[in-house]
């Protein structure tokens, strides 16, 4: 299909969503995926690593969240928070799909850029950058750019003059599980201190961005955030900017989307009239749920209670949390285990209830493969299946703040393969698979 049928395509996403739902088993064909890999592997003779963890990544369901995003969002146009998970075939399918991008940092504008994606559909969206890489945003000609305080607008007089500047304003993040906040964003009281001096030294701010906090439940935070924009609007306006762009950042998730996205919907249409362009920079929203990944039981140890002479084991991934498993420190994630394929006759399992907090079946702690006892998983789980050595697990829901995280301790690698797969015929065209 063409770009401009999967335009018109998008224009009718209501439709499109409801159809697309219904239409396919999504789950199936990562099963699928899943089975074959794993069945593809000679497990008794393969060489060191072939049998290291892998992903499966539906772009079908990339391709449903943008969908949904439209739907609901339809005044917001995202920039895909490329952190998040800078999976180059999720990238090409959003390049596609016509989001823009917010990046943090040189490496990541490379990596759209090089695409062949303009520069003005990336915003540089780190309020404390390195001087080196604004030099290379100037280079470049990637204008938007966040900023929260006076010793970044000196930087930027110095290094890019001409950027097009967001101020960054801290917002109420206490009800999300990454705090940004902490960090970033002007306090509002320091706003018009920051107006005037930009103003003062000949720079250029168009717009306001803020963001709620990664993992955000609740909505009145974006009610709060559009209000306290309008406010930075009309002083920016009193120093003369022309304020053009308002920037809602990120912290949407799968769960909650439609409950915050309405009440974000009513205070754009409240706070920000027609004329001011919305952006958002939806991270997580997008691919949490678009990557499984599988890994193996490379070992176990067998514990058993003096009492009552109960087994219970001790089993070892070739992932953990030094690995794609980074999401359960850094994102506060608690990964479940099923069992994908379990015993000598390597049957394949799936969705095997995992019936936490009964009593049933046998109890599992699950750990990865370094030498750190932090590197623990899963600290009791239960299934009705023993599982040995050589056994597969697989955890869905592990798309953001995985991979990127991942580091090589203990020689571990931190790049993995990943199988795509794509549910929806309209990213299939797209992706030309
Ligand atoms: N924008 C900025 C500036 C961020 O720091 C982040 C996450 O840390 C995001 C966007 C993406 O947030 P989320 O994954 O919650 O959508």
């Known amino acids: 299909a063409s770009l401009t049928s999967i335009n018109s395509y998008v224009e009718n996403a209501k439709d499109a969503y409801i159809e697309l739902n219904g239409a396919n088993n999504p789950k199936q064909l990562i099963r699928d995926a899943l089975k074959e890999r794993v069945t593809n592997i000679d497990h008794e003779n393969c060489e060191p690593g072939d049998e290291d963890t892998f992903f499966v990544a539906d772009l079908g369901e990339v391709y449903r969240q943008h969908m949904r995003w439209k739907l609901n969002l339809p005044r917001v146009r995202p920039f895909y928070a490329v952190k998040c998970n800078p999976d180059p075939q999720v990238l090409r399918l959003l390049a596609e799909l016509g989001t823009g991008f917010d990046c943090a940092s040189k490496a990541e504008i490379e990596q759209v850029l090089k695409m062949n994606i303009e520069p003005d559909r990336i915003i540089y969206a780190q309020p404390c950058k390195t001087n080196s890489y604004v030099r290379y945003a100037a280079n470049q000609g990637v204008k938007q750019m966040t900023f929260d305080n006076t010793d970044e607008l000196y930087k930027i007089k110095k290094l890019y003059p001409g950027a097009e500047l967001f101020l960054r304003i801290s917002t109420d993040d206490s009800s999300s599980l ?23 030294l000949g720079l250029n701010v168009v717009g306001v961005s803020f963001h709620i906090g990664s993992g955000a439940s609740d909505p009145s935070a974006f009610l709060k955030a559009v209000q306290d924009a309008r406010v930075v609007f009309d002083r920016a306006q009193h120093h003369g900017f022309t304020m053009r762009t308002l920037d809602v950042g990120g912290g949407f998730s799968s769960d909650t989307f439609e409950a915050m996205a309405a009440v974000l919907r009513d205070a754009l249409d409240e706070y920000m009239p027609a004329n001011i362009n919305i952006i958002g920079e939806p991270g997580r929203y997008y691919v949490a749920s678009a990557f499984t990944l599988a890994a193996h039981i490379i070992a176990r140890r067998t514990i058993e209670d003096p009492a009552t002479g109960e087994k219970s084991y001790m089993v070892y991934l070739n992932d953990g949390l030094y690995g794609n498993f980074s999401s359960i420190m850094f994102d506060h994630q608690h990964p479940v285990a099923k069992v994908l394929c379990a015993g000598a006759s390597g049957h394949f399992y799936f969705d095997v209830a995992a019936g936490q907090g009964s009593r049933n079946g046998v109890e599992y702690s699950i750990w990865g493969p370094t030498c750190d006892g932090i590197d623990r998983i899963s600290e009791s789980i239960r299934f009705s299946h023993t599982l040995d050595v050589g056994d597969w697990l697989y955890f869905e829901e592990m798309g953001a703040y995985t991979k990127c995280s991942a580091t090589r301790f203990n020689g571990f690698s931190d790049s993995h393969d990943v199988v795509y797969v794509t549910s929806e015929p309209g990213a299939r065209a797209l992706m030309g698979m």
């Open 178 to 200: 990454c705090r940004l906040s902490l960090k970033f964003g002007a306090a509002m009281d320091t706003t018009e201190e920051l107006l005037a001096l930009a103003k003062e």
